[in-house]
């Protein structure tokens, strides 16, 4: 069914929950799972424009990806990683195509239409602008919880 899911990544609780949902799916598929985490810092957004090193927020978030990448692939999945700057929603759309990917699957924050008009929302963005399907499961989900939390 599913070939290739890229799974975005933002280092928080909320990814907990879209890796418990996305294992058993990605397990049955035989799917190679395509990580990204997009850098949207100040520095992250201008690094290569202004020659700048590796910003905290950069060591951090390749760490990170580099760790939730090792735990899957002893898990016996197929991981690659991206660590992407500037726009997230770009990016991820830009990634997508670039990785043949035929899932997105993402956690989201469960803002309401008051913080989504303030915030912006990523998970809305690409929706509108991608022609795969897109999984989106409520941030606080767990493989116990079967949304009941």
Known sequence: MYKKILIPLDNSATDTAILAHIRPLARVCGAQLVLAHVADGFGARLQEQLDLADSDEIIRDRAYLERVA?????????????????????????????????????????????????????????RHKVNIPILMVRGGWDENSHGKG
């Open 70 to 126: 090792a735990q899957l692939a002893g898990e016996g999945f197929t991981v690659t990683r991206h660590l992407l700057k500037g726009d997230p929603a770009d990016g991820l759309i830009a990634l997508a195509s670039k990785e043949d990917c035929d899932l997105i699957a993402m956690a989201t924050h469960g803002h309401r239409f008051f913080m989504d008009w303030v915030m912006g929302s990523v998970a809305d963005e690409l």
